[in-house]
């Protein structure tokens, strides 16, 4: 039994959890988040299980790339036309629930945020 048996996104990854999925490639899988805090709130998840942006290292390192790149253009496909926030919230002062690394994606008119921070 280790971390990633009990892990929400990697059973969302595995197709044992429903996600409303909105991009997949052999990296990464991209789904909407459930509590969305904007009209556009999108979760990018790398395939493979790693805790938290702290505990990346080197051999993360072109997937993080992969990701990053990523985001623009499903933020794009998710409707927002001018400009969205990333965001990786990383360990308890980070504001971190889940541990399986994660960036939000969040847009849409500002005025339908809830609060600031995912
Ligand atoms: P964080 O605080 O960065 O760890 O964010 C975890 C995010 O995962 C929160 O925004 C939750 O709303 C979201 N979340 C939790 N469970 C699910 C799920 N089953 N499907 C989609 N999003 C989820
Ligand atoms: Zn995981």
């Known amino acids: 039994m280790n ?20 991009y997949e490639d052999d990296d ?6 459930i509590h969305p805090k904007a009209p556009v709130h999108l979760l ?6 790693v805790d938290s942006l702290a505990d990346c290292g080197a051999g993360e390192g072109e997937v993080l790339a992969r990701m990053l790149l990523k985001v623009p253009e499903l933020a794009r496909a998710a409707g927002c036309t ?5 965001v990786i919230n ?15 994606v ?7 945020w809830k609060g600031t921070l995912p």
């Open 82 to 86: 001018n400009g969205f926030r990333t």
């Open 28 to 33: 990464m899988v991209a789904f909407h988040d």
């Open 106 to 112: 969040l847009g849409g008119p500002r005025h339908e």
């Open 90 to 104: 990383t360990g308890p002062e980070g504001g971190q629930v889940i541990y399986h690394l994660h960036l939000h």
């Open 3 to 22: 971390a990633r048996d009990n892990c929400i996104f990697c059973k969302i990854v595995a197709g044992q959890l429903p996600s409303r999925k909105v």
């Open 44 to 49: 990018v998840v790398p395939k493979s299980h």
